[in-house]
């Protein structure tokens, strides 16, 4: 049997060994629901909500057909920040844990699917890499949790229940999960704005790539902020332009968002609001709609233009090597950039007195348009199966499961069972990126013995 499993894994590409990993990972987290120790003795969760769950945490959506808060025991609140954990960190990332616990060695094939799934285009430091993000978010989930934890005494009646709520929330904002043991998200600490920039550090932490996270603390160690004594190498530091560029397009998508629902809600929602919770509002739901899913208010209660804007930021999601999905920020920042050099007469893009491969402006553009189209797709079939939403709660919808955001208009509970499939399918290839999936149908690259004449269409 070991050998069948193992010759039929050497068939398989390192793209779909690692979806089948996540399928695993899904299937592991469901049954890890389903035990007794997991939920409360008057739960009772159907087996379609159980795989909802279990692929709304593995892709760290937050998207819930059930309230978490009556259906978690304590034991299943830390199984279930478990599960998270695989989600947001990666499969692989834990999955490398585990092998040097054991005392694996890491061979070629091991290297090739951890590339695979970080996004890497090296097999040179992958283990080391995995050490580093490890390391960094399990430090920054109990600083998260210590500080959260503290704070949270004032509001619960004992410190078990302070630190629990504390521990889970860090986890759910550093993976972005956006799921809550409150039974209201952050809505109750929409005054408390201590736990709302906490919340906001680690959601972005989360959000922004591991790429940027480990070059930053490389930079740090180059300053001697870290390892004093440490030999300065000959060479200065420089920051590469994935971490300048991702950099750059998430905090500029976070002003932009912050703005812009400020400007539209002016009138509307925060008409009877001070200008410091109007401006909290506006900054915490653009930073959340990077990816994390958390929220301070029912953001159903926004004007209709407002929800097209978080659409949209949902859809872009999060940095690439992230715990997030979308079709990610340097992706949307290419097709600007594009756009922007086309319209200038030029043959080439630049950004950051570099030069980007034209190789990864044709995937960027792959990339948004095999996404527009799954999403258009998933609102047709859900307008069709869900008649009595309307056209915006379902892009909502829509967008949140493909970002693996998980904020909702409040109809993801009402869903029907194939609705519910439809967005479990979205929450899924959110979580493992759009090359992922086409490379699951691409056959190997054949190099071409023969071309046919060249000739002009017309476009536009």
């Known amino acids: 049997m070991r050998n069948k499993v193992y010759r039929l894994t050497k068939r398989l590409s390192s793209v779909q060994i690692i979806v089948l990993y996540y399928v695993s990972a899904v299937m592991i987290s469901s049954i890890l629901l389903a035990l007794p120790i997991t939920v409360k003795p008057s739960a009772h969760i159907s087996i379609v909500d159980l795989v909802f769950t279990s692929v ?18 304590v034991p299943g609140t830390f199984i279930f920040a478990f599960i998270l954990q695989f ?10 844990f585990f092998w040097l616990l054991l005392g694996k060695k890491i061979g070629l094939r091991e290297r090739k699917l951890i590339m695979t799934d970080q996004n890497q285009f090296t097999l040179s430091g992958l283990v080391q890499l995995m050490r580093q993000i490890l390391f960094l978010i399990l430090s920054i989930e109990f600083i998260g949790a210590a500080v959260l934890g503290l704070h949270f005494l004032e509001y619960f009646p004992t410190w078990e229940e302070a630190f629990l709520q504390g521990f889970f929330a860090s986890v759910s904002a550093t993976t972005n999960a956006g799921f809550d043991i409150t039974g209201s998200s952050l809505i109750p600490f929409a005054h408390d704005y201590f736990v709302q920039i906490v919340n906001m550090i680690l959601l972005i932490v989360g959000a922004i790539g591991f790429p940027v996270l480990i070059e930053c603390r490389y930079f740090l160690k180059e300053k001697g902020y870290f390892m004093r004594g440490r030999a300065k190498s000959k060479r200065p530091f420089r920051f590469s332009l994935f971490v300048k560029l991702t950099t750059f397009t998430f905090f500029a998508l976070v002003i932009f968002g912050t703005i812009v629902i400020y400007l539209f809600e002016f009138n509307h929602f925060f008409a009877a609001k001070t200008w410091d919770e109007a401006f909290f509002y506006s900054l915490f739901q653009s930073v959340t709609t990077r990816n994390g899913g958390l929220a301070t208010m029912d ?13 949209t930021l949902m859809f872009i999601g999060a940095s690439p090597s992230s715990v997030g ?7 949307f920042a290419i097709m600007i950039l594009s ?6 007469g030029n043959s080439t893009i630049k950004a950051f007195k570099r ?25 047709i ?7 009595h939403f309307s056209a915006l709660e379902i892009l909502f919808e829509v967008s949140s499961a493909f970002g693996t955001t998980g904020l909702s208009m409040g109809i993801t509970s009402e869903l029907s069972t194939p609705g519910k499939v439809v967005i479990i399918i979205l929450m899924f290839i959110g979580r493992i990126g ?10 190997k690259v054949k190099e071409e013995k023969y071309h046919y004449p060249k000739e002009r269409i017309i476009i536009g």
């Open 355 to 379: 030069e980007i491969v034209h190789e990864d402006i044709t995937k960027s553009f792959v990339v948004i348009a095999t996404a527009v189209m799954i999403c258009g797709i998933a609102v």
């Open 434 to 443: 759009i090359f992922s999936c086409l490379f699951l149908i691409r056959g």
């Open 325 to 331: 999905g979308g079709i990610r920020t340097t992706t």
């Open 87 to 96: 989600g947001g960190i990666g499969v692989m990332a834990l999955g490398t």
């Open 381 to 387: 079939i859900l307008t069709y199966l869900e008649p």
């Open 56 to 73: 709304s945490a593995i892709s760290v959506t937050g998207l819930s057909t059930i309230p978490m808060n009556e259906v978690l025991s």
């Open 339 to 344: 756009i922007y050099s086309y319209s200038k």
């Open 299 to 311: 953001v159903s209660e926004f004007s209709t233009p407002t929800l097209l804007v978080i659409s």
